[in-house]
């Protein structure tokens, strides 16, 4: 676990790409991908699975990871992103600013449902019900041991 913060946070504080850090930042942007190759594809799949609860929508959330997880920079961000997008009906992604700077992204999902307030709610929903399986799944493999 050390192991794996210490290579996000290296991820994060020196995988910019900016001349200063662009051999240092490229290799340990390039690590950091590698080892959320798996934890992204898993997570989707229990949004997935959390997305059978009433009020969202599974087929839709697998098709959308499907279609729309590789419209996204990041070779791993879009997994669980697609997989919200979809499982709640709403369209992620467009244009969002970073430190006052405006970045056009792909989209991804559907405008099913427009975001509204009510949005927020859903997605803390969705987000405790995958967290809860998380947990579940973790505690019946230690229990495996």
């Not at 949004?47 to 697998?62: K, N």
Request: hydrophobic share 45%; charged share 20%.
């Amino acid at each position: 676990m050390a192991a794996y913060k210490a290579i996000n946070t290296l991820d994060s504080i020196a995988g910019y790409r900016n001349e200063r850090y662009r051999e240092f930042g490229w290799a340990s942007a390039r690590v950091d991908d590698l080892a959320n190759l798996i934890p992204a594809r898993l997570t989707a799949l229990l949004i997935w699975t959390a997305s059978l609860l009433p009020g969202f929508d599974a087929r839709r959330s697998f098709r959308v990871t499907l279609r729309d997880a590789g419209k996204q920079p990041s070779p791993n961000a879009g997994y669980p992103e697609a997989a919200f997008a979809g499982a709640l009906g709403v369209q992620l992604g467009g244009t969002n600013y970073y430190c006052g700077v405006s970045i056009h992204k792909n989209t991804l999902g559907d405008v099913a449902v427009p975001l509204r307030r009510d949005s927020f709610y859903r997605v803390r929903v969705l987000l405790y019900a995958t967290e809860g399986l998380c947990v579940a799944a973790i505690a019946g493999w230690i229990g495996c041991l």
